[in-house]
Nanobody, 115 residues
Framework: QVEIMESGGGLVQPGGSMRLSCGASGRIVGLKAMAWYRQAPGKEREFVAGIYRSGDTKYADSVKGRFAISRNNAKNEVYLQMSSLKPEDTAVYYC?????????WGQGTQVIVSS
């Protein structure tokens, strides 16, 4: 059984930085992509950033130039470095692994951007 676990959330001031990490327990087979999504209060979950097997990355327009996604292939871990954070980045951030066997989600980690 695969379990996805995020870490690194918390409270940060506007303009600050934060790094989220995500790892998986269990055997990952046929990993195609890893991604970060977020869900703000009262809003739908939205795509934030993704990194594909090829190494290509993709970002939501709202985070381009401020967020960077990276991975550790040996550990099947994915990271999200967030900079120049804004109050509108406040959300629960979810990690997503897309594999040949299925689509796995973590429980989420809360990020609050506030002074």
């Amino acid at each position: 059984q695969v379990e996805i676990m995020e870490s690194g959330g918390g409270l940060v001031q506007p303009g600050g930085s934060m790094r989220l990490s995500c790892g998986a327990s269990g055997r990952i087979v046929g990993l195609k992509a890893m991604a970060w999504y977020r869900q703000a209060p009262g809003k739908e979950r939205e795509f934030v950033a993704g990194i594909y097997r090829s190494g290509d990355t993709k970002y939501a327009d709202s985070v381009k130039g401020r967020f960077a996604i990276s991975r550790n292939n040996a550990k099947n871990e994915v990271y999200l470095q967030m900079s120049s954070l804004k109050p509108e980045d406040t959300a629960v951030y979810y990690c997503n692994y897309v594999t040949s066997w299925g689509n796995y989600w973590g429980q989420g980690t809360q990020v609050i951007v506030s002074s």
